[in-house]
């Protein structure tokens, strides 16, 4: 069961880089660690996720530390439109199994100022 | 694109009625998930389901119960409203332990 932690807020420059940490210590070896956002009034949205190597797509970068206890989304050009809040979670595999992991908490609110 | 829909974007319902909140999937996920979003308190998981006809608590299941008769299906059961169920409720799916496509939302309000 791999729990996360994230700081409630962040404030961010529009234009600038964008860098979100998650912390999960208690994390396995075959977590992997997902990322969504959630704008005002919609469903969370899916970024990006990894396991041990850092991952880029076209919305985001992650960064995992090599123990894997926590890592870092970034968003390379904040813009006003990723004021969001932002999660980080590690679910185990739950085909079966339960579903360790897959309650969100409350994520970072994010805010790109202009 | 994976479209996660759910039924109805507003409900008003009294205390003590029973409400059904339904949703459907359109891409063959196996995993079929229920939360609820409430001010202050994140995404809380009440229910999944990672097959037809199974289910599994999630970590506030008391006062709810679901049902998935067929795959693209997940319906979640309030048996008795209560005020403390009002809340906004979110579907999402997934395959095997990808990643979460999730609905729109239902907002319930329960007088």
């Known amino acids: 069961d791999a729990k996360t932690t994230q700081p409630p807020s962040m404030d961010c420059a529009e234009g600038r880089a964008a860098n979100l940490p998650c912390n999960h210590s208690?994390?396995?070896?075959?977590?992997?660690v997902y990322w969504y956002r959630q704008i005002h009034s919609q469903g969370p949205q899916y970024i990006i996720h990894?396991?041990?190597n850092n991952e880029t797509n076209e919305m985001a970068s992650l960064i995992i530390t090599e123990d894997r206890k926590s890592s870092t989304l970034i968003l390379p050009h904040a813009t006003l439109r990723d004021t969001a809040v932002y999660y980080c979670i590690a679910p185990l595999t739950y085909s079966g199994g339960g579903a360790d992991g897959l309650t969100f908490g409350k994520g970072t609110h994010l805010i790109i100022q202009p | 694109d994976v479209k996660v829909t759910q039924s109805s974007r507003y409900l008003v319902k009294r205390t003590g009625e029973k409400v059904f909140l339904e949703c459907v999937q359109d891409?063959?996920?196996?995993?079929m998930f229920w939360y609820r979003q409430d001010p202050g308190l994140g995404l809380r998981l009440i229910y999944f389901?990672?097959?037809?006809?199974m289910k599994e608590k999630g970590d506030i299941p008391e006062g709810y119960s679901v049902s998935r008769e067929k795959k693209e299906r997940f319906s979640l059961i309030l048996e008795s409203a209560s005020t403390n169920q009002t809340s906004m409720y979110l579907c999402?799916?997934?395959w095997g332990t990808g990643e979460l496509f999730f609905g729109e939302g239902s907002r319930l309000t329960v007088l």
């Open positions: 999402a799916s997934s």
């Open positions: 389901s990672y097959d037809v006809k």
């Open positions: 891409m063959d996920h196996e995993n």
């Open positions: 208690t994390i396995s070896g075959n977590e992997y």
């Open positions: 990894g396991l041990k």
